[in-house]
């Protein structure tokens, strides 16, 4: 048997089968899960790829794998322990093509999808940031699983009734409301090939959605995407066609749930993902960033933020150490991140210790850096003091 690789998130510069450049900048510096590109196709592996990560603090494991053609896939990250990762899928061009949290089964996570021929990543972080050793597996969906999958959860989206039962949704582009209790499937007809993105949102209820095809086949599932609720990003057009959407809840079947199905959007995920923070802005004005200009020795900005993402600039004279906080006064829990002038992350922070306040601190080259914070809730909008110190080294 094949050992996996192991990879510590904050040391994977040291591996010599690391790749820069893929997805679009979406993720920083990421390895190939085969240990070279030509060895991480899962399209024509004769097994599941898989990798060993421990995961400190804030950093992120990236995977990459290829696909040499149209392939059904299963990327699944499970935690030793009690560990509990997340995994966040992006295509070539950095658009987020899946994410899920639970969907393997006690703490797991699961993504099924048939992708197109490509490179892709697979971002694993761990949830509330402790400390994580887990596994990714990526394969096809004929090879071994590495989860027990939803139907070992108390999760699975609604048993009450089947596809044969769903009431019809509707016209694309339109929001429908209902509890899982009252209805868990909803049934929709495409009259051609088309890319999707379906929503369910009440972070309350805390929805689990699974699209199936006229065969009740799996498409794609997710559970936490934004907070608790749950999106699905089908960027490759599904054939035409009836189709059923499954919907669950893991806190309360009570609560109702807004279902938005609508064609999917790639200008409208990117900014999606700038507001989050997941991606820095391009620098060409597209998306508002504030130039706080060159920082010699120290800045504060009093900030009134909100869930959204407030995106700053900033200008490094020289090779320096550069300390960031985001620091809430009063009530609040900011969040703080930095991206170099290419769009790589480089730094991030939510919680510091025992306090809600995010501090970065980093050893940076000159030039610019683009920094975003927000507030962790959507709901809390106030005061946030986004405090800039650089030091640099003694004669």
């Known amino acids: 048997m094949k050992l996996p690789m192991t990879c510590i998130a904050a040391l994977c510069a040291a591996s010599p089968a690391l790749s820069q450049g893929v997805c679009a900048g979406a993720v920083s510096d990421g390895q190939w899960i085969g240990g070279t590109q030509s060895a991480s196709d899962v399209t024509t592996a004769d097994t599941h790829r898989e990798q060993l990560a421990l995961i400190l603090g804030d950093n992120a494991y ?15 990250a499970a935690g030793r322990g009690a560990g509990d990762p997340l995994i966040e899928v992006f295509d070539s061009t950095g ?55 939803m139907a070992s959860a108390n999760t699975r ?15 694309l582009g339109g929001t429908q409301t209902g509890a899982v209790d009252d209805n868990g499937f909803w049934s929709f007809t495409l009259t051609e090939p088309t890319a999707l993105t379906i929503t369910a949102d009440n972070a309350d209820a ?24 749950a999106r699905i990003d089908v960027t490759s057009p599904l054939e035409a066609g009836d189709y059923c959407l499954a919907v669950g809840a893991v806190n309360d079947t009570s609560l109702p749930i807004d279902i938005t199905i609508s064609v999917y959007d790639p200008a409208a995920a990117l900014v999606e993902l700038i507001n989050k923070g997941e991606v820095a802005p391009k620098l060409d004005g597209t998306t508002p960033v504030t130039d706080l200009g060159v920082l010699q020795t120290t800045q504060r900005h009093d900030l009134q933020t909100s ?59 000159a030039g610019t850096y683009i920094i975003g914070t927000k507030q962790v809730d959507p709901d809390v909008s106030g005061i946030v003091q986004l405090l800039l110190e650089r030091f640099v080294p003694a004669d």
């Open 95 to 149: 658009s987020i093509i899946g994410s899920d949290d639970d969907s393997g089964g006690n703490n797991a996570a699961r993504i099924e999808q048939e992708l197109a021929a490509g490179d892709y990543c697979v971002k694993m972080t761990s949830y509330e940031g402790a400390p994580l050793s887990a596994f990714l597996r990526i394969g096809r969906q004929d090879q071994e699983p590495l989860t027990p999958g």
């Open 307 to 365: 869930g959204d993402v407030q995106w700053f600039t900033i200008t490094m004279p020289q090779a320096s150490l550069l300390l960031a906080e985001a620091i809430a006064p009063v009530d609040g829990d900011p969040w703080l991140v930095i991206f170099d002038a290419l769009g790589r992350k480089v730094g991030f922070s939510d919680d510091t210790g025992e306090s809600l306040n995010s501090t970065i601190p980093l050893r940076i080259n």
């Open 157 to 171: 989206p609604a048993e009450a009734g089947n596809c044969a039962n769903a009431l019809p949704f509707g016209a």
């Open 206 to 229: 805390d929805p689990k959605i699974s699209l199936l095809d006229a065969d009740a086949t799996e498409i794609a599932e997710n559970d936490d995407h934004d907070g608790l609720n």
């Open 62 to 76: 990236v995977g990459l794998f290829s696909l040499s053609d149209s392939t059904p896939v299963r990327i699944e």
